[in-house]
């Protein structure tokens, strides 16, 4: 009898054991950099301030590129004030259904070599950015036109 609860403990004790690793908290600066939350009217008052650092910002998406999925613009509160969001190599491509929503996007803002545009305009673009009406306007615009980000995520707000 003592022997069947001895190894009946053992046993109990080795179920235990193995299922008692539990979800270990990994803090996000040991995969990769923590993101600051910045609201957009924040970016366009210091934009220099958050170059370089990973932040996360919420904005509605305005243009989707259509060429090759892989930039949106986002606009906060003034719509003509636009944030230039690109995916890296290894990131997917931006679901069309994206524009018109509301999303929070998460990535390092840069600020790339700016690209004189065509015919000697005097205004400058995103080094990658296409040359269609919207990427136009960002060049013309006299805030964030020289920034963009290098996106690690998003997800639709609504």
Known sequence: ??????????????????????????????GGTESIKVEFASLLANPSG??????????K???VCTQSGKKIFITGENPDVR?????????PK???EL???????EGTLTQPVAV???EGEGMTKPAGADTCETARALAA??????????????????
């Open 1 to 30: 009898m003592l022997k069947k609860i001895i190894s009946l403990s053992v046993i109990a004790m080795l179920v235990l054991s193995c299922g008692n690793k539990g979800k270990k908290e990994v803090p996000q600066s040991a």
């Open 99 to 105: 524009l018109g929503s509301e999303i929070v996007v």
């Open 116 to 118: 004189a545009m065509a």
């Open 61 to 63: 998406v305005v243009h």
């Open 141 to 158: 615009q006299p805030v964030l036109s020289d920034l963009m980000m290098i996106y690690n995520k998003h997800s639709v707000v609504k």
């Open 50 to 59: 958050y170059v370089g650092k990973n932040i996360s910002i919420e904005g």
């Open 83 to 91: 944030l230039y969001v690109q995916a890296g190599e290894e990131m």
């Open 94 to 96: 931006f679901p069309m």
